[in-house]
Structure formats: C-alpha cells, structure tokens
C-alpha cells in the first residue's frame, strides 16, 4: 500500500532474505505475496551476544528476562498459514516447546525455568547466507554439560516454494536417545500416512513431512496446552499439536527431513556416502 508503480513491487523494495548477527535469527522467503514460504531461524545466546557479553563483565545481572531456551529452532509459514508454529510466550520456559531436539530428554540452558538465567553457552549461527535461502547453527553449548552433547549443527535450505531440507548433526560422549520436535497449531490435523512419513492438513494448507534418514524412530502425536502466561498468552494457538520423533540410543545419528508444503509429488529418494547426502526428487 502506497507504493508506486515506478517504484516497483514489494518484492523489489525489501530483501526476502535477512540476518540479525546480535539476537542470531535468520528469515527466508520466496516472495512477499500471500502464497510465499517462509521460515525463519534463531541459534544464539540466551538473550543475544550483547547481552551475554554484558554478563560476562557484570555477573550480578544475571538474567535474560524473557528469552527461551529454543536455540537452533524455526517456523515455517506456507499455504497462507502457519504450518510449523511456536507456540509463543509462556510462563515456564521449555525447550520442548519449540522446535528444536531433546537430548536423552533434557533441554537447553533455561529449561523449565520462569525467568532464565544467563549461562555461559555460546549457541550461533555459523553461516547465514542472504543470497540463497539458506543457514547453518551449531547449538551444542545451548545444553548442559549432562547431556554430554558434542555437536548439534542443523543445516536448512529452502529449495522453492514447496520443499525446505533441514538437516541435523548431532553427537554425544555417550549413548543417547534424541527427541527431534515439531509444532503445530492444535486445530491441524497431524497424521502418520507411512513409515518415517507423516503429514499436517490445516485451514486448507498441507504440509508432508518426510524423514530420510534414521530410519524407523519411534513417533509420538500430542496434544497440550503449554504454561501461558494470562497477560501474554496468544489467541491464535490455544492448543498445540507436537510431533515428536525418538532415536535409538546412540552417541551421533544425522536426521534428514524435507517439509513439501502442499507437494503433490512423490516421496524423495535418499543415498548417502561417506563425503556426500543426496536427495533425489
């Protein structure tokens, strides 16, 4: 609204891709019309680099407010409709409320906490690219030294307006069951339609959900309303569906996943070497 047509669209005037260095969170978008994808990203500090490097000089600052213990999280928008959401502020801080990974069930920093403290994890994002939608975040020092957790680099890369790759490293010091997480409004309908396949229908968008690699986690579907805070509770997602995916106990897997927003083609083929991962669509 008010722009001219000499001066070109919107999609002309503002960046579809973004990269904010301090608060670590990265948006991607194929347009700025109502039928684009969109997904956004955040792996940083609790609170940001400013903030932590305030702490580390001041330590009786102590605090991060209001942040939540989500690094190495994101939401996906397509279809007209968030498909992939956060379920927005809560009262209790949980790691498992976000779309991010459990390790042997225990969250990041924070975790379970109502106002978090700072604590000296360094979480960020390694490589933001803003001519490509794509980035990279290492998230392992998010975790507490119990979960023994030596990497958590999750790459995403949207290809088109249909298919983002989200691709997980993740490596212990010892054997560990991994919960990888996903979050959807409570009114989608979220169901397994094959093996290490699973897809979401909501308000006419529809999202799949292939997993290529490991194979046969154990899956979980769930409804839950978080802790809300009264004052900020959000209205537009009372309750929250999660889908909830199990490794077997092991010290590193990758997990591969490709989201199809409203795809009607045919599952992606997968075969990995020792130097390469390859997605055949």
């Given at each position: 609204k008010?722009?001219?047509?000499d001066e070109?669209?919107?999609d002309?005037?503002?960046?579809?891709?973004?990269?904010?260095?301090?608060?670590?969170?990265?948006?991607?978008?194929?347009?700025?019309?109502?039928?684009?994808?969109?997904?956004?990203?955040?792996?940083?500090?609790l609170?940001?680099?400013?903030?932590?490097?305030?702490?580390?000089?001041?330590?009786?600052?102590?605090?991060?407010?209001?942040?939540h213990p989500?690094?190495?999280?994101?939401v996906?928008?397509?279809?007209?409709?968030?498909?992939v959401?956060?379920?927005?502020?809560?009262?209790?801080?949980?790691?498992?409320?976000?779309?991010?990974v459990?390790?042997?069930?225990?969250?990041?920093?924070?975790?379970?906490e109502?106002?978090?403290?700072?604590?000296?994890?360094?979480?960020?994002?390694?490589y933001?690219?803003?001519?490509?939608?794509?980035?990279?975040?290492?998230?392992?020092?998010?975790y507490?030294?119990?979960?023994?957790?030596?990497?958590?680099?999750?790459?995403?890369i949207?290809?088109?307006?249909?298919?983002?790759?989200?691709?997980?490293?993740?490596?212990?010091?010892?054997?560990?069951?991994?919960?990888?997480?996903?979050h959807?409004?409570?009114?989608?309908?979220?169901?397994?339609?094959?093996?290490?396949?699973f897809?979401?229908?909501f308000?006419?968008a529809?999202?799949r959900?292939?997993?290529?690699?490991?194979?046969g986690?154990?899956?979980?579907i769930?409804?839950?309303?978080?802790?809300?805070n009264?004052?900020?509770r959000?209205?537009?997602?009372?309750?929250?569906?999660?889908?909830?995916l199990?490794?077997?106990s092991?010290?590193?897997?990758?997990?591969?996943?490709?989201?199809?927003?409203?795809?009607?083609s045919?599952?992606?083929?997968?075969?990995e070497?020792?130097?390469?991962?390859?997605?055949?669509?």
């Amino acid at each position: 609204k008010g722009i001219t047509p000499d001066e070109g669209t919107l999609d002309d005037l503002v960046p579809t891709l973004a990269y904010y260095p301090d608060v670590e969170t990265y948006f991607a978008r194929t347009s700025w019309g109502p039928q684009a994808t969109m997904f956004s990203f955040e792996c940083r500090p609790l609170g940001g680099h400013s903030l932590a490097r305030l702490i580390e000089a001041y330590p009786w600052i102590g605090g991060v407010g209001h942040n939540h213990p989500a690094q190495n999280s994101f939401v996906l928008f397509g279809g007209g409709k968030e498909l992939v959401v956060d379920p927005g502020y809560t009262l209790n801080k949980e790691t498992a409320n976000h779309n991010t990974v459990l390790v042997g069930g225990m969250g990041q920093y924070g975790d379970g906490e109502r106002w978090p403290s700072w604590h000296p994890g360094w979480a960020h994002i390694e490589y933001a690219s803003t001519d490509i939608a794509y980035v990279r975040g290492e998230a392992a020092s998010a975790y507490p030294l119990e979960a023994r957790l030596k990497r958590f680099t999750r790459q995403m890369i949207m290809l088109d307006r249909e298919r983002l790759i989200v691709h997980d490293e993740l490596e212990t010091d010892m054997p560990r069951r991994f919960q990888w997480l996903l979050h959807f409004d409570g009114a989608a309908d979220v169901q397994q339609t094959g093996e290490d396949q699973f897809t979401e229908t909501f308000g006419g968008a529809r999202l799949r959900i292939d997993v290529l690699t490991p194979t046969g986690m154990v899956s979980e579907i769930d409804l839950y309303e978080p802790t809300w805070n009264n004052i900020a509770r959000p209205t537009y997602h009372e309750k929250i569906r999660r889908l909830r995916l199990e490794t077997e106990s092991v010290t590193s897997t990758p997990v591969l996943v490709v989201l199809s927003v409203n795809s009607i083609s045919e599952r992606p083929t997968f075969t990995e070497s020792p130097d390469l991962l390859v997605i055949t669509f």
